[in-house]
C-alpha cells in the first residue's frame, strides 16, 4: 500500500524558513519523481518542484525559485522541500505526490497535505 505522509507544515512570518517532508513507503522509491503541489484558497492548485529520484534531476516553479530547494534522503524514502525568505502569497496547502518515473499535472499517489501559513 503506497502512503505519504507531509509534515513540517506551520506559521512563519515573512522572510523566514519552513522544511517540509514527505516520507512514502509502499513502492520502489528510485522509480519514482516525488513532487510538492500547493493550493491556495480560492486558487488553482500550482506544481512547484519536483524531484527525480533515480537521478536527482530537480523542477522548480518560477514563483519558487531561488527560494526554495527539493531533496531527497533515498535511505529514508523521504523527500524534502527547505522553503526560505517565505513570503505571504506562499500561504497555502502543500501536498506531496509520487508519480512513476516523472512528476506529471495528473495521476499519483498524494498525501493529506500540510498548512502553511506566512504572516506579514
Known amino acids: 500500500e503506497v502512503q505519504i505522509v507531509e509534515s513540517g507544515g506551520g506559521s512563519v512570518q515573512a522572510g523566514g524558513s519552513l522544511r517540509l517532508s514527505c516520507a512514502t513507503s509502499?513502492?520502489?522509491?528510485?522509480?519514482?519523481?516525488i513532487g510538492w503541489s500547493r493550493q491556495a484558497p480560492g486558487k488553482e492548485r500550482e506544481g512547484i518542484s519536483c524531484i527525480a529520484i533515480s537521478d536527482g534531476s530537480t523542477y522548480y516553479a518560477d514563483s519558487v525559485k531561488g527560494r526554495f530547494t527539493i531533496s531527497s534522503d533515498n535511505a529514508k524514502n523521504t523527500v524534502y522541500l527547505q522553503m526560505n525568505s517565505l513570503k505571504p502569497e506562499d500561504t497555502a496547502v502543500y501536498y506531496c505526490?509520487?508519480?512513476?518515473?516523472?512528476?506529471?499535472?495528473?495521476?499519483?499517489?498524494w498525501g493529506q497535505g500540510t498548512q502553511v501559513t506566512v504572516s506579514s
Open positions: 505526490a509520487a508519480y512513476l518515473f516523472a512528476c506529471s499535472p495528473h495521476g499519483g499517489d
Open positions: 509502499g513502492f520502489t522509491f528510485d522509480r519514482y519523481a
